[in-house]
């Protein structure tokens, strides 16, 4: 019998890795929901240094009496009913940029938002930090997350991809280890644009700004960190909806379990 025919059973996903996805999961709803709220205090994002009413913004939510916009550049989408002029719970039209729905809290509050946001983030960015430690040590990264020299390939990728768009290779390959597209996207999540939103956030508070300049700096102004945070968390969001989508496709049931109770992996005994 060959070697590597022989198989040992361990747990698809660490322990490590099975508390940080839920915890994550729990802080980044919440900051994102009360990172809307700071938001709607004033709900246009400027690049540079400053960014008031009179100054020119690249994107900016709006309203009237009748009516909502999203302005991108000189792009202009009407959003009554969505965005910048919705109805409340009890039918009254209101004017802030999200509705209380997608919220936290569910009314408009700058100083409940800010500390709803504050106190998760520095939940989320401690977690952060020891998932990162702990996955070195366990080679968590090293194991699932390396990418091998053929994997970078363009044709290897392009394979990947269009695998992702049929539904049968989905169900086939569920439970498997990561493919080139997967690894690449956690990759670029963990490791870019976790910091991003982290680092990005330091570089907008007044406290940072004035002992670590160099880091708004770094950024190119905090009305430019604010701009990059607020794109940083559209893309975790992007992540979170094509994450769920392909959950849905490949076994929602067995792949919750398996992140509740680690699963089942195979892997040839040496």
Known sequence: MPKDALISTQSRHRMTTRIWHWSNALCLLILLMSGLTIFNAHPRLYWGEYGANDDHAWMAVGSSQTM???????????????????????????????????????????????RWHFFF????????????????????????????????????????????????VIRQTAGEDYNSIQKMSYIGV?????????FSGLAMSPAMDANWPFLTDLFGGRQSARSLHFIGAFLLLLFFLVHMVMVLLSGPFRQTRSMITGGEGKEPLA
């Open 68 to 114: 909502g916009y999203l302005r991108l550049g000189e792009l202009r989408i009407e959003t009554t009913g969505a965005l910048g002029n919705w109805q409340d719970s009890q039918g009254r039209t209101q004017t802030w940029a999200f509705p209380g729905w997608a919220t936290i809290p569910s009314h408009y509050s700058l100083a409940d938002g800010r």
């Open 121 to 168: 983030a520095w939940i989320f960015s401690v977690g952060l930090a020891l998932f990162m430690v702990m996955s070195l040590w366990n080679r968590h990264i090293q194991r699932d997350l390396h990418m091998r020299r053929d994997q970078w390939r363009p044709s290897h990728i392009w394979r990947s991809f269009r695998a992702h768009l049929d539904l049968r």
């Open 190 to 198: 963990i490791f870019l644009l976790l910091p991003l939103m982290i």
